[in-house]
């Protein structure tokens, strides 16, 4: 099993940045990969994010290509999502995640883990 506890989330206005945080106990943070997703009021949850278990491959939604990046830090069991030039529509919970079950290095992936979440606000 895995623990997740995202950080960093606020407000800010567009145009502006904010670096997420997930911090991973339990199972060793190397051997599996990591995705962050959100969640809009009102709307379902959706991929943001992802990356393979050593950090070589990083996968993205089109809607924040070029303008978020997804990393790894394994020796300190942290995967990291930094945003820039952040939209309005990019307001939601953002929840980070874990796939313990797939083993697989490239996707499919499937998501098992999931921290609390943290609320980012992007006011225009």
């Known amino acids: 099993q895995v623990q997740l506890v995202e950080s960093g989330g606020g407000l800010v206005q567009a145009g502006g940045s904010l670096r997420l945080s997930c911090a991973a106990s339990?199972?060793?943070?190397?051997?599996?990969?990591m995705g962050w997703f959100r969640q809009a009021p009102g709307k379902e949850r959706e991929f943001v994010a992802a990356?393979?278990?050593?950090?070589?491959?990083?996968y993205y939604a089109d809607s924040v290509k070029g303008r978020f990046t997804i990393s790894r830090d394994n020796a300190k069991n942290t995967v990291y999502l930094q945003m820039n030039s952040l939209k309005p529509e990019d307001t939601a919970v953002y929840y980070c995640a874990a796939d313990l079950t797939s083993g697989t290095y490239y996707p499919p992936y499937e998501f098992d883990y999931w921290g609390q979440g943290t609320q980012v606000t992007v006011s225009s």
């Open positions: 990356i393979s278990v050593t950090g070589g491959n990083t």
């Open positions: 339990g199972r060793t943070f190397s051997t599996y990969a």
